[in-house]
């Protein structure tokens, strides 16, 4: 048999070995049969890809102190190796590439995708990408979305209040599309804990339209994803009566801690009577 045989994808063994975590089977195709540890598929993915689509720690270590795989090689689509690892929650190897093979944290991807913007599922390693390594968490892809957006669509609410409390980051922040980070978790799968904590800011209009005229009701329904549906329809039920800035709202979906300040605020500004709160 060919060890340097190709399937029908262009994957080499190599790849399925990465993909499958089978640091001996490596060593012997590099080793003994001389296979390429840099070849790469259609996409322009190594091995080394692979290993990190996967999160395979063993095999990224061997490929790259052993084999002397490139870290900072980016496939077709612009994503790095750091890309792949950040985007799958391993912080020590996310801090390794950075501090052992300087790895750049700022590189963007062809979609203008910085590290920081793939990591935004995973709170820890979004932590040290921004205080650490100083990447700039206001940043913005090609399409104007920003790490709040990302992190929406992937679900993420410590990520999402990291943000909005920490760095300000703005719920109502549109994209290209129109879409705030509400339409992007109501359009994701599997989002109902990130469209519930950003409703909770009080900060959010659910029956907010994008570019298209879409809701993020309206996208969620097309998703069939019938518990943000849920989630939307208990919060745009209480927006549709009540504005905003109402006493409802302050009380039922106001910022978390929002209290006397927030309230008073309300009543000064409402009020043109008397009030039995």
Same mark, same amino acid.
């Given at each position: 048999?060919?060890?340097?045989?190709?399937?029908? =994808?262009? $994957?080499?063994?190599?790849? $399925?070995?990465?993909? +499958?975590?089978?640091?001996? %089977?490596?060593?012997?195709?590099?080793?003994?049969? /001389?296979?390429?540890?840099?070849?790469?598929?259609? !996409?322009? $993915?190594?091995?080394?890809?692979?290993?990190?689509?996967?999160?395979?720690?063993? %095999?990224?270590?061997?490929?790259i102190d052993e084999g002397h795989c490139d870290p900072k =090689?980016?496939?077709?689509?612009?994503?790095?190796?750091? /890309?792949?690892?950040?985007?799958? *929650?391993?912080?020590?190897? @996310?801090?390794?590439?950075?501090? /052992?093979? /300087?790895?750049?944290?700022?590189?963007?991807?062809?979609?203008?995708?910085?590290?920081?913007?793939?990591? #935004?599922?995973?709170?820890?390693?979004?932590?040290?990408?921004?205080?650490?390594?100083?990447?700039?968490?206001? #940043?913005?892809?090609?399409?104007?979305?920003?790490?709040?957006?990302?992190?929406?669509?992937?679900?993420?609410?410590?990520?999402?209040?990291?943000?909005?409390?920490? $760095?300000?980051?703005?719920?109502? #922040? %549109?994209?290209?599309?129109?879409? @705030?980070?509400?339409?992007?978790?109501?359009?994701? !799968? &599997?989002?109902?804990?990130?469209?519930?904590?950003?409703?909770?800011?009080?900060?959010?209009?659910?029956?907010?339209?994008?570019?298209?005229?879409?809701?993020?009701?309206?996208?969620?329904?097309?998703? *069939?994803?019938?518990? @943000?549906?849920?989630?939307?329809?208990?919060? +745009? *039920?209480?927006?549709?009566?009540?504005?905003?800035?109402?006493? %409802?709202?302050?009380?039922? =979906? &106001?910022?978390? *801690?929002? &209290?006397?300040? @927030?309230?008073?605020?309300?009543i000064n500004d409402k009020a043109t009577g008397s009030i039995?709160?």
């Amino acid at each position: 048999c060919d060890p340097h045989e190709r399937d029908g =994808v262009d $994957w080499t063994c190599l790849h $399925w070995a990465a993909e +499958g975590n089978h640091v001996d %089977v490596m060593r012997y195709l590099i080793d003994e049969c /001389h296979c390429d540890p840099m070849a790469v598929n259609r !996409w322009g $993915w190594t091995p080394l890809h692979f290993a990190a689509e996967g999160n395979q720690v063993d %095999v990224m270590r061997y490929l790259i102190d052993e084999g002397h795989c490139d870290p900072k =090689v980016p496939g077709n689509n612009g994503n790095t190796v750091l /890309h792949r690892v950040a985007e799958h *929650g391993s912080l020590d190897f @996310t801090k390794y590439l950075i501090n /052992h093979h /300087h790895c750049d944290p700022m590189a963007t991807n062809n979609e203008g995708e910085t590290v920081l913007h793939r990591a #935004a599922r995973h709170i820890d390693t979004v932590k040290y990408l921004i205080n650490e390594c100083h990447c700039d968490p206001m #940043a913005t892809d090609s399409h104007n979305r920003t790490i709040l957006h990302k992190a929406a669509v992937r679900n993420s609410p410590d990520v999402i209040k990291y943000l909005i409390n920490e $760095w300000n980051h703005d719920p109502m #922040a %549109v994209d290209s599309e129109g879409q @705030t980070p509400l339409h992007c978790a109501a359009a994701g !799968w &599997g989002c109902s804990a990130a469209a519930e904590y950003l409703l909770s800011t009080g900060k959010c209009d659910p029956l907010a339209k994008d570019n298209k005229g879409r809701t993020p009701f309206k996208l969620a329904k097309e998703k *069939g994803e019938t518990d @943000t549906l849920s989630v939307l329809k208990k919060f +745009g *039920g209480i927006k549709s009566s009540h504005p905003i800035d109402s006493y %409802v709202n302050v009380l039922l =979906v &106001g910022n978390p *801690g929002a &209290g006397k300040s @927030t309230l008073s605020q309300v009543i000064n500004d409402k009020a043109t009577g008397s009030i039995v709160l």
